[in-house]
């Protein structure tokens, strides 16, 4: 018995050709979107690194200044009044003194120094200063950045030294006590941050062997 096959119709060969186009369609679509949404995350993802790498380094870099902020002016040291180029005084827009801790020495020497408030454009730029080099720490915006300097009676001044003898107690000590010539303290204050800085130096004048032989031994 011969049985005839059945071919499959002109219809129904275009119609599965037809869907499978369709299919094919949609595959694309979905791809597309999804790569879209890949690209977008990955973008995303980079952005924010690179954020997060700026703000770190930049957060170093702050703490990095701060540091040596700190570092040049624990060493001021008082000076001998025969050199009044040396000896520490300063106002809002800066000061300067003698450090043995300063920022261009690999090892302790005394150093003169000086950090003064410049204004650059529209900025104040923080410089510090020595004989032999000179160079920007940070730039502060507007001009509303200023120093002050802590005194015995726990008073910021606008000014070292001060007009008046401060207080270091209860009692009427500075009828009998001069003017130290260093402050306790050194305080910048800006737009953004306070930086603040200790003096760890005692009163006394740094040794020199002519006082020795000036003093007869």
Known sequence: MHIKKKLPSRTNFESERGFSFIE?????????????????????????????????????R???????????????????????????????????????????????????????????????????????????MEKFPGDSSAFSYLGADLVW???????????????NDAAFLATPQLPLAIRLTTPKAVWVATIASTPGLPFREQDLRDSGE
């Open 157 to 171: 001044r606008p000014s070292w030294p001060p007009a008046e003898t401060p207080e270091p107690g209860p009692f």
């Open 24 to 60: 094919m369609i949609v595959a694309l679509a979905i791809s597309s979107i999804v790569i879209l949404v890949f690209f977008q995350s990955v973008q995303g993802w980079m952005r924010l690194s690179s954020r997060t790498y700026n703000a770190t380094e930049s957060a170093i």
């Open 62 to 136: 702050h703490t990095l200044k701060i540091s040596q902020f700190q570092q040049s002016i624990s060493g001021l040291t008082a000076s001998w009044k025969e050199r009044p180029e040396e000896v520490f005084h300063g106002d809002p827009s800066g000061f300067m003194g003698l450090t043995r801790t300063g920022l261009s020495n690999s090892v302790p020497i005394l150093t003169q120094f000086e950090y003064r408030l410049e204004h650059i454009g529209g900025d104040q730029a923080l410089q510090y200063k020595t004989k032999k080099t000179q160079w920007v």
